[in-house]
């Protein structure tokens, strides 16, 4: 059976009113409304609407050699001996707008160091994004404290600031809310229900490179906001991160514990050491492929969001793909991920998976978010773990396990597809072809369904 050809008065019709005063300069082929319905899908054998390639990750700029050679021949390749990571964190804090920044080894670092600072100490219980890289959770069991989730809000994929308020505890210390794909969180709601409960406010930004909340960048809006620099990343080095804070004793603070503790800046010097810590530190070599890689941020963001602006107002007009709506207050997003909703209830109930895999045939590359990880084994894992048993109650333990249900997050999980951000780095031909491509499988759903 072939797929239904939708006529362009039953397309208008699936389509919201609003659209339609954009829909009248584009092709037919973006409506889904029958252009592709006479061609065979890529993965039923016929021919793949994207036939190119796409930007690779990262960007080598060459311009960058001779410093790097010049630095590993000095064998100053620590950040006690050199100067390229203090001259990074200055430009990085410059860049972003905020008072001091903390060079960290990593994203993972940067986020632990950020807890300690803070004082999320053992047993105690910190409210946390389920829709997340597993990194943000990991940070928190560092700490030997709880992580408690707080619901996914499912249209904009981010911490509901609205479903705090019922996740606090007496141990609850803090909040890390994470502006996941870059796409900025509702600041000023969990600022508030963390004043109102004198609760310490963490950002995960580790994908919020120069993104905007009433036009303030993330990661300057809250106590402190941690960045990484990982190889996938905007501003990519191998491995990397930062903290970014405009107290400067937290600051301090921040520098000392990651720095085996040793007392730094304005902290009362000590003999021996008076404080933990541990070698979170950014290595020479990092903070100089930082500096190069960092020239092209800018330029490459206005190219991301200039693509993702386009794809959203051409892919909401395929009938069940919905792009992701940006939260009260956000201002500017950097699309660590290009992400949209999939509605399989209107592809003929075609599994997600199905769908990207007909996607991936006609050569786009997409994939699904992430997992339902508030379900993964890490949580028994380390809740029957001896340490866990010491610190935290039967009872509590099985509330959190009670609580443990997120109908927002699950949904996001069920529903989302991601491009990754180097696709957005590329043509408008291109972002054409990931438009078609959907629009495609939309047409011959039916076929897709039977396979
Ligand atoms: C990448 C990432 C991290 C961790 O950063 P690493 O540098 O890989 O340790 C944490 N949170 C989020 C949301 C991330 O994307």
Redesign the pocket.
């Known amino acids: 059976m072939k797929a239904r050809k939708f006529t362009r008065r039953e397309v208008i019709a699936t389509t919201s009113a609003g659209a339609i005063g954009t829909m009248i300069n584009w092709p037919l082929n973006t409506l889904g409304s029958g252009t592709f319905a006479k061609e065979k899908l890529a993965v039923l054998g016929g021919e793949k609407v994207h036939k190119g390639t796409w930007p690779s990750w990262p960007v080598w700029d060459q311009t960058a050699e001779k410093e790097i050679v010049d630095m590993l021949r000095s064998g100053r390749w620590w950040r006690g001996n050199g100067e390229y990571v203090e001259i990074f964190e200055k430009k990085y804090a410059e860049l972003m707008g905020a008072k001091r920044c903390l060079a960290t080894a990593?994203?993972?670092?940067?986020?632990m160091t950020a807890m300690e600072t803070l004082g999320v100490d053992a047993g105690d219980e910190v409210l946390v994004s389920p829709y997340?890289?597993i990194?943000?959770y990991n940070a928190i069991f560092f700490h030997k404290a709880l992580p408690v989730f707080v619901d996914t809000d499912p249209e904009t994929f981010l911490m509901n600031p609205a479903k705090i308020d019922e996740k606090i505890t007496d141990r609850t210390v803090a909040i890390v809310p994470?502006h996941?794909y870059g796409l900025p969180v509702d600041m000023d709601g969990v600022n508030k229900v963390a004043k109102a409960h004198n609760l310490k406010v963490i950002e995960?930004a580790?994908?919020a490179w120069l993104a905007e909340y009433r036009g303030k960048k993330t990661g300057t809006l809250a106590d402190l906001g941690?960045f990484?620099?990982?190889n996938?990343?905007h501003i990519p080095a191998g491995?990397?991160?930062a903290i970014l804070g405009n107290d400067d004793d937290v600051m301090d603070r921040a520098n000392a514990i990651h720095n085996c503790g040793r007392p730094y800046g304005k902290m009362k010097p000590v003999a021996g050491y008076p404080y933990r810590g541990g070698n979170f530190r950014m290595q020479q070599s990092q903070a100089l492929i930082l500096l190069s890689q960092m020239k092209r941020i800018i330029a490459d963001n206005d190219k991301r969001l200039e693509n993702a602006l386009y794809l959203d107002k051409k892919l909401k007009e395929i009938p069940g793909i919905i792009p992701v709506k940006p939260a009260s207050g956000a201002t500017r997003a950097v699309y660590?991920l290009y992400p949209f909703r999939y509605k399989k209830e209107v592809f003929n109930n075609v599994p997600r998976e199905k769908f990207i895999n007909a996607l991936v045939a006609e050569g786009i590359p997409a994939t699904g978010g992430y997992g339902k990880q508030n379900k993964d084994l890490l949580f028994e894992e380390a809740f029957n773990s001896r340490g866990y048993k010491r610190l935290f109650s039967e009872a509590r333990l099985k509330k959190w396990r009670d609580e443990n249900s997120l109908p927002g997050n699950d949904q996001v999980c069920d529903e989302v597809v991601t491009i990754y951000q180097s696709n957005l780095l590329a043509s408008k031909a291109d972002m054409d072809d990931i438009v078609n491509a959907v629009s495609k499988v939309y047409e011959n759903r039916a076929e897709l369904a039977k396979s």
Request: glycine content about 12%; some cysteine; charged content about 10%.
């Open positions: 990593s994203g993972t670092t940067a986020l997340t890289f990194a943000t994470v996941i995960d580790c994908q941690c990484s620099f990982q996938s990343k491995e990397g991160g660590h």
